[in-house]
Every structure is written in structure tokens, then in C-alpha cells.
Nanobody, 123 residues
Framework: EVQLVESGGVLVQPGGSLGLSCAAS????????LPWVRQAPGKGLEWVSV????????TYVDSVKGRFTITRDNAMNMVTLQMNSVNPEDADVYYC????????????????WGQGTQVTVSS
């Protein structure tokens, strides 16, 4: 059984930082590009970032470039999303996923999902 388990969602002040983690099991971890996706209440899914299977390439949505950093540890089956300089627009449920697509850019190609972790941004 494939499992993706996110953690790290907290209440953070605007301008603050936090790190999200996603632990994976039950899949050949190093074969999958790993994206992070977020969803605000009542809104659709928004792709945030993806890291290539080998970890050499990271891609970000424009709104988080320069603030978020995605990394992975294929030995530990872990992917992380470091979030700096957060703003209220970053307050969403964040999901990690595993993509069957080569680049991992397209949500319909995400075969496996975590349960999500809530990020709240408030002073």
C-alpha cells in the first residue's frame, strides 16, 4: 500500500517560515517526480512545486519563487517544502503527491496523494 504522510503544517505569522515534510512508503520513491499542491477552502487545486525524481530539478509556481524551496532525500523517502516569507495567500491545505508523469507538472498525472497538512497564516 502506498502511503504519503505530510506533516509540519502550523500557524505562522506573515513573513514567517515553516517547513513541510512528506514521508513516503510502498512505492519506488526515487522513480517519481514529487509535487506539492495546495488548496484553499472552496477553491481548486493549485500546483505549487515539483522536484524531479533524482532531485536535480525543482520547479515552482511564480507566486512562490524565491520564497519556497523543495528538496528530497531518496535514501529517506522524504520530500520537504521550506516556506519562507509566507503571506496570507499561502494559507492552504498542502498536499504532497507522486506523479507518473516525467516532469510531474500535471495534476491529472498524480497517482498518489497524502492526506494534506494545514498551513495557517495569521498575526
Amino acid at each position: 500500500e502506498v502511503q504519503l504522510v505530510e506533516s509540519g503544517g502550523v500557524l505562522v505569522q506573515p513573513g514567517g517560515s515553516l517547513g513541510l515534510s512528506c514521508a513516503a512508503s510502498g512505492l519506488t520513491f526515487s522513480s517519481y517526480p514529487l509535487p506539492w499542491v495546495r488548496q484553499a477552502p472552496g477553491k481548486g487545486l493549485e500546483w505549487v512545486s515539483v522536484i524531479s525524481s533524482g532531485g536535480s530539478t525543482a520547479t515552482y509556481v511564480d507566486s512562490v519563487k524565491g520564497r519556497f524551496t523543495i528538496t528530497r532525500d531518496n535514501a529517506m523517502n522524504m520530500v520537504t517544502l521550506q516556506m519562507n516569507s509566507v503571506n496570507p495567500e499561502d494559507a492552504d491545505v498542502y498536499y504532497c503527491a507522486a506523479s507518473r508523469g516525467v516532469l510531474g507538472l500535471h495534476i491529472p498525472e498524480y497517482d498518489f496523494w497524502g492526506q494534506g497538512t494545514q498551513v495557517t497564516v495569521s498575526s
